[in-house]
Structures are given as C-alpha cells and as structure tokens.
C-alpha cells in the first residue's frame, strides 16, 4: 500500500521560508515522477516542481529561483524547499507520486501521477 504523508506547511510573513516533507511509503517503482502540485481556493491545481527518477527536475516559472525539490532516497523523502515566500503561494500543498510514463515529468498531466498526499496548508502574510 502506498502512502504520502506531507508535513512542514504553516504560517509565515512574505519572504519567509518553509520546507516542506513528503515522506513515501511502499513506492518500489525504479522508474517515477514525483512532483509537488498547490491548490489555492477557487483556483484548479497546478503543478510546482517535479523530479524523475534520473534525477532531473523541473520547477514553474511562478517559483523559478525560490523553490527547490529534492528528494533524500535513503529517508523516501521528497521536499520543497521555499524561499522568498510571497502571498500569491497560500494554498494547500499536495506531493504526488507517479509510475512510468513516456511523457517527461514536466509534461505530465496531473490527472496522470498514481498516488497523492494528503496536503499540507502553506499561509504567506503580507
């Protein structure tokens, strides 16, 4: 049974800091797309950042150059780190998980990645 479990949202000033964690469970697949995707209230969700399994990632120009995915394989965790935090980043933050696609990870549709977190509610004041 797969799981992903987030945690690190708050609350923080604008050009504050939080890093996020996603720690997976019983995910075996060598070959995968992870990827953070955010949802802010009466908005569709949309994609962060995404990570493959060779490594590679990939991040929206909104958060070019503030937020950072990474993955620590020994601890089956992926993490986003988030700087320059602005009020536009309030939502919810889910990670995602996802089994072999030919299509590139930055490409991939949303309605593609196999298995979701929870989320976790990041909150940017002004």
């Known amino acids: 049974q797969v799981q992903l479990v987030e945690s690190g949202g708050g609350s923080v000033q604008a050009g504050g800091s939080l890093r996020l964690s996603c720690v997976i469970s019983g995910f075996t697949e060598r070959t995968y797309c992870m990827g953070w995707f955010r949802q802010a209230p009466g908005k569709d969700r949309e994609g962060v950042a995404t990570?493959?399994?060779?490594?590679?990632?990939t991040s929206a120009d909104s958060v070019k150059g503030r937020f950072t995915i990474s993955k620590d394989n020994a601890k089956n965790t992926l993490y986003l780190q988030m700087n320059s935090l602005k009020p536009e980043d309030t939502a919810m933050y889910y990670c995602?998980?996802?089994?072999?696609?030919?299509?590139?990870?930055?490409?991939?549709?949303?309605?593609?990645?196999?298995?979701w977190g929870q989320g976790t509610q990041v909150t940017v004041s002004s």
């Open positions: 990570l493959d399994s060779g490594g590679r990632t």
């Open positions: 995602a998980a996802g089994r072999f696609s030919w299509v590139p990870c930055g490409a991939r549709p949303k309605s593609t990645y196999n298995y």
